[in-house]
T-cell receptor, first 111, second 116 residues
Framework: QKEVEQDPGPLSVPEGAIVSLNCTYS??????FMWYRQYSRKGPELLMY????GNKEDGRFTAQVDKSSKYISLFIRDSQPSDSATYLC???????????FGQGTELSVKP | DTGVSQDPRHKITKRGQNVTFRCDPI?????LYWYRQTLGQGPEFLTY????????KSRLLSDRFSAERPKGSFSTLEIQRTEQGDSAMYLC??????????????FGEGSRLTVL
């Protein structure tokens, strides 16, 4: 079993839709949870991070972690074609450690 | 600051040959990571360095893989006796313990390896 599991999609939505991306993880020692975005032929870049359980909002993006169910979510409101990318969830045991990535969900937002 | 740079961007080689990739991290970043990514998968951790010290190496990494970071600056990843299963994108990332967001790794654009 992978430590971080993610539905690979692909996911296709119309512009303006609300997008929900989800991951589960198996190791309760994970403390930090990140979402990375990866455009085609590019390296991943950090979108948001959350420490422990709770929500974090940044513009149209909301990250949510529920440690009791080991569930990680990313919500995108008013999705735009420029949001089309692969979204990777990742977890971290402690600061400065190695990131463990999910397999990524490919998102396509149609105009 | 030009970001993380990797070279070469694409390498095609025949099975059994050795290949070496180079990564130049963001200057002043003391942590450097190597990941491997295959199509439709997320990055898979290979190894990481703090300065010149290799702190961890994935158990999935065979003895054919070796990484170095002499003088704590650039790093090289060498694959000996390449196999077709080594075909992947090799991503390098760097980070600083002193600042930035937790878990923020700055990735290069990767070196794509194709083993024929």
């Amino acid at each position: 079993q992978k430590e971080v599991e993610q539905d690979p999609g692909p996911l296709s939505v119309p512009e303006g839709a609300i997008v929900s991306l989800n991951c589960t993880y198996s190791n309760s020692a994970f403390q930090y949870f990140m979402w990375y975005r990866q455009y085609s032929r590019k390296g991943p870049e950090l979108l948001m991070y959350t420490y422990s359980s709770g929500n974090k909002e940044d513009g149209r993006f909301t990250a949510q972690v529920d440690k009791s169910s080991k569930y990680i979510s990313l919500f995108i409101r008013d999705s735009q074609p420029s949001d089309s990318a692969t979204y990777l969830c990742a977890s971290l045991y402690n600061q400065g450690g190695k990131l463990i990535f999910g397999q990524g969900t490919e998102l396509s937002v149609k105009p | 600051d030009t970001g993380v740079s990797q070279d070469p961007r694409h390498k095609i080689t025949k099975r059994g040959q050795n290949v070496t990739f180079r990564c130049d991290p963001i200057s002043e970043h003391n942590r450097l990571y190597w990941y491997r990514q295959t199509l439709g998968q997320g990055p898979e951790f290979l190894t990481y360095f703090q300065n010149e010290a290799q702190l961890e190496k994935s158990r999935l990494l065979s003895d054919r893989f070796s990484a170095e970071r002499p003088k704590g600056s650039f790093s090289t990843l060498e694959i000996q006796r390449t196999e077709q299963g080594d075909s992947a994108m090799y991503l390098c990332a760097s980070s600083s313990l002193a600042g930035g967001e937790v878990g923020e790794l700055f990735f290069g654009e990767g070196s794509r390896l194709t083993v024929l």
